[in-house]
């Protein structure tokens, strides 16, 4: 496996409450990406990095900012949870965009009260 | 374990059978393709890629296929097993543009 963790793994909150899922790769990879994954619509882009500093949107990216300080690390901030907010999100980290593999954490599961 | 695929196609096949998973996608200038596994829990692991100037590619017990006139993708898995058990991604892209990612196929092996 890619050395890629997410914190935390697990996470209950409230409406109206910030939250922050934080990426941690130890691959060097220049790409990272965070998805969101729910019921009848698999994985959904919300937003990536392609260097430090360098972020762009994804198909999702509604409520969600990121920011990446460092190489290794990318993370994603709900500045208002929603319940429709609610979901598992993932990281996922490449050392090339596009035709290339991703690699994948393991996931946070998120809900949103 | 994360419950993310309660309204997916499911392909239900016997132990020791041979199973297709398909996949279509829409862009006819996608030019990567892959397939992902996920277990319950866990996050989707890389099974096998092709590029578009192929019509086949295998691995360990899988091949995929690429029809590129019908824009069909197919993962073909030699003798399954129950640790084949999982939900299976495709995803594509073109040339620098994120991947894009299918619904997912649940494939539950029959002992």
Redo the contacts between chains.
Sequence with gaps: DAG?TQSPRHKVTETGTPVTLRCHQTENHRYM?W?R?????????IH?SYGVKDTDK?EVSDGYSVSRSKTEDFLLTLESATSSQTS?Y?C?TTHR???????????T?LTVL | G???????PTLSVQEGDNSIINCAYSNSAS??F?W?KQES??????II?I?SNMDKRQGQRVTVLLNKTVKHLSLQIAATQPGDSAVY?C?F???????V????TRLSVIA
């Design positions: 890629i990406y998805y994954q729910d019921p009848g619509h698999g994985l959904r882009l990536y994804g598992v993932f996922a965009e596009g035709g290339n593999e991703q690699f994948f954490g393991p996931g599961r | 994360e419950s993310v695929g309660l309204h997916l030019d990567y892959i992902y829990g866990k996050g989707p692991q890389f890629d590029r991604f995803a892209t073109r040339g620098n543009t994120p991947l990612f299918g619904k997912g």
